[in-house]
């Protein structure tokens, strides 16, 4: 009887297996790579809170938790083309010093030059960039999504125009980074 019984059991677990791994058969990868920016401080008043916003303190806790961890070296840190950055260059990320020259706005309207410190400022980081796998299940339309990697975006003005800057990558999977590239 303990053998019938054993062997039914198997029997069971070989049919659960199996239907277990058909299910995994049908995800597919839709990407195996996709990055795109989230907005995570919104800009509009208007909007519901939760519209390309996380709230203050938990979008705060967020991007120090990054930036802390990357300065300490407790996560590794990568620049925009992938080569590793020590804790220390992590520390000077987002600071910047800039010697300009200005002409007095009075009589003898003389120049002079003037040095701007900008440091970084955790509230001047309103983006995360995104970089992740995404699966499709045939059957339920279903899709996961596995972040591969993020970076904190500052947006940074170049006469009248801005733009994105990425901090840093951190990766969270091993087959990140890739050489040198995204």
Partial sequence: MKSKTLLGLTLLAIVFLSACEQKTAEKNYLTERIQYDVLIKGTDPEADWWVENIVGPDREKFVRLI????????????????????????????????????HRTTEPYDEY??????????????????LEEWTLDEQTLA?????LG??????????????NM??????FDERYPVDGRQ
């Fill in 67 to 102: 930036i802390e961890k990357a300065r300490s070296g407790e996560i590794a840190a990568y620049d925009y083309f992938n080569h590793p950055l020590s804790p220390e260059q992590v520390q000077k990320v987002g600071i910047d010093t800039l010697i300009q020259t200005l």
């Fill in 150 to 163: 993020i970076s904190p975006i500052i947006m940074v003005k170049l006469g009248q125009q801005e733009f």
């Fill in 166 to 171: 990425p901090l840093f990558w951190v990766y």
């Fill in 143 to 147: 899709i996961d999504k596995k972040v």
């Fill in 113 to 130: 030059d003037t040095m701007i410190i900008t440091s970084l400022d955790y509230d001047n980081i309103t983006k995360i960039r995104f």
